[in-house]
């Protein structure tokens, strides 16, 4: 599995406890260092069944200084993937990427339920 993470998030942190107290193997990847590409991004978004707009990290400065809570709604599929693409900041964090599976943000009993 792939745990995309922040590594100074609390939530993140969070998340990783649970995954290393369960016992759950996974490799980590620290979003700011290495930001998803948009052929990733596209990936897990068609893989979780979520709607694009889950995967932006609403809270985020960044999200905010651009003014995408107006802006997103406007935009095509291909143009907000392109954004989540340029800067690891926009993307909803923790991502956890399994075989068969994306988890968008942490939510300890969805994420239980999903491994068992």
Known sequence: MLFVCYPKCSTCKKAQQFLDAGGVSYTLRDIKEERPTREELTSWYRQS???????????????????????????????????LASDGMLVKRPLLIGEDFVLVGFREAEWSNTLG
């Open 49 to 83: 069944g979520l709607p694009l707009r889950r995967f932006f990290n609403t809270s985020g400065l960044v999200y905010k200084s651009l003014g995408l809570k107006e802006k997103l709604p406007t935009l095509s599929e291909e143009e907000q993937l392109e954004l």
